[in-house]
Structures are given as C-alpha cells and as structure tokens.
C-alpha cells in the first residue's frame, strides 16, 4: 500500500528566461502555485501521511524566506549584478535558467530532501504552475 497526500503553496516572484526566443525574455513575474505530494507506506498513529503543517512549516517557510517576492535569478544571466543592486531583497541565484521546470526540480532535487530528511516522508513529485494555464509537472526518478 502507499498513501499520497498533497498541500499547495503560493508565491511570488519574478525571473526571466535568460536567452529565451520570445516575450520570456523579459523581466516579469508570476503568481505560482506549487503542488507538493508527499509519501509513505504507513499512516502514523493518527491516521495520516503527514501533518499539513509540516508541510507548510518545512517547505512553506523555506519558500517564504528564498523565493517569495523576490527575483529568481540564472547565475550566468548577465542581468545579475543589476539585480543584486538594485533588488531590496537579495535575489535567489539559480545554476540553472529559472524556466518553471528548472525551478521545480532544484526544489524537488536539492532543497526539499534536507527539509524533510527528519520526518520519514518522501516528497517525490511537484506540479508548478505559472499561471493557471501553464504548468510543470517533476517527480523522482
């Protein structure tokens, strides 16, 4: 048996697609909306995968802190010291373009396993939505 759970979380934030063909190019910004699933084998005591609180707390503070109003930025971009002087809050300095399917992978790859690494939970996929047409779907290999 495996049971799923999934919890939602906002933000805002700006980027640009660094070398896009089209309007991507430019500096703009979205509403996202991240799907986070998490899952286990067994239920805890109470009859849960895990509390939707510690989704939140884990992940939604980490969020809140680096991604929420603030420029999410590709290191290689040649906007980036321009941001970084003239953004009051410090931008978040991405290896990779900040496509919505390059952001959703270092989530799921590199940020939320130490997040989660004390609560037995696996988060194993994240849908990303832009916009509430456009959206990204990454899940562990």
Known sequence: MEITCKRR???????????HEGK???IHGHNY???????????DALGRVIDFSVLKEKIGTW???NFD????????????????R????KPYILDSNPT????????????IPPLMADTGITVYKLEL??????AVEVSLA
Do not use: S
């Open 129 to 134: 939505f832009e916009t509430e047409n456009c």
């Open 63 to 65: 969020i809140d802190e």
């Open 100 to 111: 919505a399917e390059n952001i959703a992978l270092h989530l799921l790859y590199e940020i």
């Open 69 to 84: 109003h603030t420029f999410i930025v590709y290191k290689n971009d040649t906007i980036v010291e321009d941001i970084v």
């Open 33 to 43: 909306v991240l799907w986070i699933y998490a899952r286990t084998k067994e239920l």
């Open 24 to 26: 991507c190019k430019n």
């Open 9 to 19: 979380i906002q933000f805002c934030a700006g980027h640009r697609v660094f070398e």
């Open 86 to 89: 003239i953004n009051k809050k």
